[in-house]
């Protein structure tokens, strides 16, 4: 059975700290790796990865894929409290429909 | 501002009842996936649509079904409503059945509690 298990599942941290979440995935067919961030409802995109070893940058956002040990890792550095949310790893499954696997999210909350 | 349209944004139901929840695609998706997300998990994928047909499903029972109108909206229909369908329920758009390098948009999604 396809999986993808996030790690730790809640975290808390003071402003300026910075997290690294972990994720690593068990499917049949790769196509890529998802990272979104859910604050309250619409999950939003962060990072696509496909290929193993190159990092994605956005900020103080970063994220790369491990294909041969099947993880991903998202840090955030000199956290803000606008950080504070639901981070959703999720594999996209190739196939005929997009049918992309979710982990449970890891819930991060920044303490001013 | 997402482009995916929802509604409604809550909604509440008996046990045993039929729901119909509704999705507006971003302007010029054509695929339509619905997803759900109850309290604590991840959202898990319930099925999509592409050009009005069904193009894949997830484990979910056939009380869980949908429609895509030739504007590329959907709905979502679940009967014989139990509590444990209680959710978040996410609808997402994409330029195609592609994944997500199509640009998938999610929704604000519809809270359904099932009394």
């Known amino acids: 059975e396809d999986k993808v298990v996030q790690s730790p599942l809640s975290l808390v941290v003071h402003e300026g700290d910075t997290v690294t979440l972990n994720c690593s995935y068990e499917?049949?067919?790769?196509?890529?790796l998802l990272w979104y961030k859910q604050e309250k409802k619409a999950p939003t995109f962060l990072f696509m990865l496909?290929?193993?070893?190159i990092e994605k940058k956005s900020g103080r956002l970063s994220s790369i894929l491990d294909k041969k040990e099947l993880f991903s890792i998202l840090n955030i550095t000199a956290t803000q409290t606008g950080d504070s949310a639901v981070y959703l790893c999720?594999?996209?499954?190739?196939?005929?429909?997009?049918?992309?696997?979710f982990g449970k999210g890891t819930r991060l909350h920044i303490l001013p | 501002e997402t482009g995916v349209t929802q509604s409604p944004t809550h909604l509440i139901k008996t046990r045993g009842q039929q729901v119909t929840l509704r999705c507006s695609s971003q302007?010029?998706?054509?695929?339509v996936s619905w997803y759900q997300q109850a309290l604590g998990q991840g959202p898990q994928f319930i099925f999509q649509?592409?050009?009005?047909?069904?193009?894949g499903r997830g484990n979910f029972p056939p009380r869980f079904s949908g429609l895509q109108f030739p504007n590329y909206s959907s709905e979502l229909n679940v009967n014989a409503l139990e509590l444990d369908d209680s959710a978040l329920y996410l609808c997402?758009?994409?330029?195609?059945?592609?994944?997500?390098?199509?640009?998938?948009?999610f929704g604000s999604g519809t809270r359904l509690t099932v009394v």
């Open positions: 997402a758009s994409s330029l195609g059945p592609g994944g997500a390098n199509y640009g998938y948009t």
């Open positions: 499917v049949t067919n790769f196509r890529s």
């Open positions: 496909t290929s193993s070893g």
């Open positions: 999720a594999v996209e499954i190739d196939g005929r429909d997009d049918k992309i696997i």
């Open positions: 302007s010029g998706h054509n695929t």
């Open positions: 649509y592409y050009r009005e047909e069904e193009n």
